[in-house]
């Protein structure tokens, strides 16, 4: 069964960083494409980032050169660094796993996490 | 940028069939895929690649997509349908190629 568990959110002032963690069992971080989807208070979805095959990276505009996504294949894990936190980071964070099947012009999120909650505020 | 354009509302009685759409230039051209988002709860996908089902995902469930309108649909509509639901597509032509929808919110009367 595949199970994502997001951890690390809370609350956080202005300017500064936190790490989340999402704990993957029931499949192999390293062989998927993975991703982190938010969702601030009654708004709808964002993805902020994406880790392809390999070292490949996309990031929303929005968290561009302070987010950093990676993944610990020894331990199963995504990761998302976040530096220079805003009030606007405020959100609940998603861990998802990626669909992209062969020869596809398409993706899809097929496994999502719990979430875990960022309160950017002093 | 590519806009997927959702209504914010949409409401049905217990029995009947509701109809979610989703508005996008030519989006009949593209896969779209559709979430379910229930109060406190993540995402959960219910149809991909316009009108597949994930193993799970009741038959009630079906989607349909040409032109520019892609729609989901939701046959004898149950209370526990109740929820948001987001569709999205991959447009990568796009320097943000992750598309989400605003969602709708389903009521069932």
């Known amino acids: 069964e595949v199970q994502l568990v997001e951890s690390g959110g809370g609350l956080i002032q202005p300017g500064g960083s936190l790490r989340l963690s999402c704990a993957a069992s029931?499949?192999?971080?390293?062989?998927?494409?993975m991703s982190w989807v938010r969702q601030a208070p009654g708004k709808g979805l964002e993805c902020v980032s994406v880790?392809?095959?390999?070292?490949?990276?996309y990031y929303a505009d929005s968290v561009k050169g302070r987010f950093t996504i990676s993944r610990d294949n020894s331990k199963n894990t995504l990761y998302l660094q976040m530096n220079s936190l805003r009030a606007e980071d405020t959100a609940v964070y998603y861990c998802?796993?990626?669909?992209?099947?062969?020869?596809?012009?398409?993706?899809?999120?097929?496994?999502w996490g719990q979430g875990t909650l960022v309160t950017v505020s002093s | 940028s590519y806009v997927l354009t959702q209504p914010p509302s949409v409401s049905v009685a217990p029995g009947k069939t509701a109809r979610i759409t989703c508005g996008g230039n030519?989006?009949?051209?593209?896969?779209v895929h559709w979430y379910q988002q229930k109060p406190g709860q993540a995402p959960v996908l219910v149809t991909y690649?316009?009108?597949d089902r994930p193993s799970g995902i009741p038959e009630r469930f079906s989607g349909s997509n040409s032109g520019n309108t892609a729609t989901l649909t939701i046959s004898r509509v149950e209370a526990g349908d109740e929820a948001d639901y987001y569709c999205?597509?991959?447009?990568?032509?796009?320097?943000?190629?992750?598309?989400f929808g605003g969602g709708t919110k389903l009521t069932v009367l």
């Open positions: 998802a796993r990626v669909v992209v099947p062969a020869a596809s012009s398409s993706l899809w999120f097929d496994s």
């Open positions: 029931g499949f192999t971080v390293s062989r998927n494409y």
């Open positions: 880790i392809y095959g390999g070292s490949g990276t």
């Open positions: 030519n989006i009949g051209s593209k896969s």
């Open positions: 690649y316009d009108s």
């Open positions: 999205q597509v991959w447009y990568s032509s796009s320097n943000h190629p992750v598309v």
